[in-house]
């Protein structure tokens, strides 16, 4: 573990390519968080109503339902309470796509391959600065 953590993040991982979201699962399990892996965009708000994750790493383009659409349903249902929301997209790479991920409410687009240090990087300092602690699917 790089930092010591205050607490350990309930993490949310949603990516159709399972290499990718497993490889991602290890490396937050390996910083010492709690994580939930699901493969499909139309299962995303489902798992994340249940989990209450405080973080959310999303891949842009899944069956189901896009990252955009997870990423501003959460927003509109959720507003100040939305879980941090990394968005990592291996097929909208253009600068221009950018922007979108900022209106559609992710706190940071990453590209594939993502830098593991970077992803790292995120989650450390949102643990560190005082994240709130893993909540009960009923709070």
Not at 9 to 38: P, W
Not at 40 to 64: A, H, K, Q, S, T
Not at 90 to 107: A, I
Request: glycine share 8%; net charge negative; proline share 8%.
């Amino acid at each position: 573990m790089s930092a010591k953590l205050r607490w350990p993040l309930r993490i949310l991982i949603a990516d159709d390519d399972r290499d990718t979201a497993n490889t991602l699962a290890a490396l937050m399990r390996d910083e010492g968080h709690d994580v939930k892996v699901v493969l499909r965009g139309d299962e995303v708000l489902e798992v994340e109503r249940l989990l209450r994750p405080d973080v959310l790493i999303v891949d842009i383009n899944m069956p189901g339902m896009s990252g955009y659409a997870i990423a501003r349903e959460l927003r509109e249902q959720r507003g100040v309470a939305t879980p941090l929301l990394i968005a990592i997209s291996g097929v909208w790479t253009r600068t221009s796509e950018r922007p979108l991920g900022d209106v559609v409410g992710f706190d940071h687009y990453l590209l594939k391959p993502c830098d593991p240090g970077e992803i790292t990087a995120i989650t450390s300092s949102y643990a560190q600065r005082g994240a709130p602690p893993p909540r009960t699917p009923e709070s």
